[in-house]
Every structure is written in structure tokens, then in C-alpha cells.
């Protein structure tokens, strides 16, 4: 069965920077949700998108944005990047029919130098 | 605000043990309950869930029931294996009556088990 598929992996940046993580979600599922995982932390939601709208936001920094596209594959751009924004960063997507099961990417694993 | 929280670890235990992990909640409304699994070096996967009071999920011979008089939903198995080695987040869906929304995560439990 297909999963959530999120790119890159692993990505290494310098403080200052920008970076770009991509989410492609189960098909057919229309509702995206971002999560940062610190180093032994849980996940922190971020922000969700239902139909390319946002639908909920959560302790997202003003430097990073999210949107998702018409194809319901979602992007979060990440600017201005700290040392602190080193975590694991996981996209969950759902469907209408069963909104109650997130079903989670693997994660990107950012870290910033 | 709603939260989660669960026992400290990590847990370790002996194969075929008996593993109880504690979870309670606060919450305004009628969350849903979930228990999540991450592996090392991977994403979380959905172990088992429940949406009303009463309700017990049961999966992979763990199982959980949402109590509400007590705000709770333990997880528990009856005989662990090696393989079980993970770490366990408990989790509620803001959204009520199974309308879905953010997860929010209790801070996860490390899970052991020695053969």
C-alpha cells in the first residue's frame, strides 16, 4: 500500500539558511499535518491544511510557511534557520472518510550547523 | 489546554513479560485516544485507537480503553517479545466526536525488553 512519502530524508543546512520539505500524501487523502520532534521530544503539531486551505496552526515559527497544492502534496519552508530548528520533521495525512487516523512519513531529518 | 501524560521511562523489561504503560489526559471536549509506536530511526505508526468512552483498542496483542471517568488509556500486553523494543507516545485528536484534528503527544515512554 502506498504511504506518505517526504523529501529529502536527511538534509543539512547553516544557520541562516532556507530549506524546503516536501510531503506527498496517501492519495486520495486531502488533509496534511506537519510535526517537529525535537531530540527525545514528542512531536509538536505545526500546522494542517485541509482541501489547500489552512486548517489549524499550531507553534510554527513566523519564519516558516506551509502550503499545499493543488495535487494535495504540501511544502514548509523554512527561513532564517537556527540551531534549534534541528528535529525531525514528520508530515501525517488522512482522509475525509477517516479523519481520526493520521497516517505518518518516515520524517526529514534537518540539521542545522 | 488539552494534554497528555504519560509514565516516565524507559521501561525495560524481560520477554514475556506483562507491560503496562500509563496514559492519562486532560481535554475540554470528547477526544479521541491513540497509541503510537516509533521504531528506531523511523516515523510513528498508528498501534491502536479509540473514539468514545468505553471503546478498547486492541492490536498486535496490545489493547487500551478510554476511561473517562478516570481520564485514562493504559496500555497493556500481555507477554512483550524483543521485537516490541520501541518507544510508545500516547496521543488525543482535538477534534470531537471523531471529527479528527491535531495530535497532541504525551512525551513518549522507551520500551526495552531483553530477551
Known amino acids: 500500500a502506498a504511504g506518505v512519502i517526504q523529501s529529502p530524508r536527511h538534509l543539512i543546512k547553516e544557520k541562516r539558511e532556507t530549506a524546503t520539505l516536501k510531503c506527498y500524501p496517501i492519495p486520495r487523502h486531502d488533509t496534511v499535518y506537519w510535526y517537529q520532534q525535537g531530540p527525545g521530544q514528542d512531536p509538536q503539531f505545526l500546522i494542517s491544511f485541509y482541501e489547500k486551505m489552512q486548517s489549524d496552526k499550531g507553534s510554527i515559527p513566523d519564519r516558516f510557511s506551509a502550503q499545499q497544492f493543488s495535487d494535495y502534496h504540501s511544502e514548509l519552508n523554512m527561513s532564517s534557520l537556527e540551531l534549534g530548528d534541528s528535529a525531525l520533521y514528520f508530515c501525517?495525512?488522512?482522509?475525509?472518510?477517516?479523519?481520526?487516523?493520521?497516517?505518518f512519513g518516515p520524517g526529514t531529518r534537518l540539521t542545522v550547523l | 489546554g488539552d494534554s497528555v501524560t504519560q509514565m516516565e521511562g524507559p521501561v525495560t523489561l524481560s520477554e514475556e513479560a506483562f507491560l503496562t504503560i500509563n496514559c492519562t489526559y486532560t481535554?475540554?471536549?470528547?477526544?479521541?485516544l491513540f497509541w503510537y509506536v516509533q521504531y528506531p530511526g523511523e516515523g510513528l505508526q498508528l498501534l491502536l485507537k479509540a473514539t468514545k468512552a468505553d471503546d478498547k483498542g486492541s492490536n498486535k496483542g496490545f489493547e487500551a480503553t478510554y476511561r473517562k471517568e478516570t481520564t485514562s488509556f493504559h496500555l497493556e500486553k500481555g507477554s512483550v517479545q524483543v521485537s516490541d523494543s520501541a518507544v510508545y507516545f500516547c496521543a488525543l485528536s482535538d477534534g470531537d466526536y471523531n471529527q479528527g484534528g491535531k495530535l497532541i503527544f504525551g512525551q513518549g515512554t522507551e520500551l526495552s525488553v531483553k530477551p
Open positions: 481535554a475540554t471536549g470528547y477526544p479521541s
Open positions: 501525517a495525512s488522512s482522509d475525509e472518510q477517516r479523519y481520526n487516523e493520521q497516517f
